[in-house]
């Protein structure tokens, strides 16, 4: 049930950042939320177990992992935008080199 809840805290961080940031193009959209989901997956499933002590059997969701999902889904979002911003928008237009 872990990488289901990962999966929707994700999405809810990068609609969130959809609706903060007043994003209109589909594919940033999309690329937000899926970044979030990434991050929440990241943060939620693997963080924990390299991080944090050793849960007992059956033990499930914990609040340490959850508050991991949420800080990775913002951090990967926060980047998404940091790189966009370095990498500049991409050209649809843009005019392949052909002189091989």
């Known amino acids: 049930m ?3 809840v990962w999966c929707v805290i994700g999405a809810i961080v990068g609609a969130l950042a959809i609706m903060l940031g007043g994003e209109t193009d589909f594919v940033r959209r999309v690329e937000s939320v ?6 929440a997956f990241i943060g939620g499933q693997f963080l924990p ?3 944090l002590p050793a849960a007992p059997q059956g033990a499930g969701l914990g ?3 959850v508050a991991l999902a949420i800080g990775c ?3 990967a979002v926060f980047l998404l935008r940091v790189m966009r911003k370095a990498v500049g928008p991409m050209k649809t237009g843009k005019k ?3 002189n091989a």
């Open 2 to 4: 872990g990488p289901y």
């Open 49 to 51: 177990t390299m991080f």
């Open 73 to 75: 889904a913002i951090f």
């Open 34 to 39: 899926g970044v979030g989901v990434f991050g």
């Open 63 to 65: 609040m340490p992992a």
């Open 96 to 98: 392949r080199n052909r």
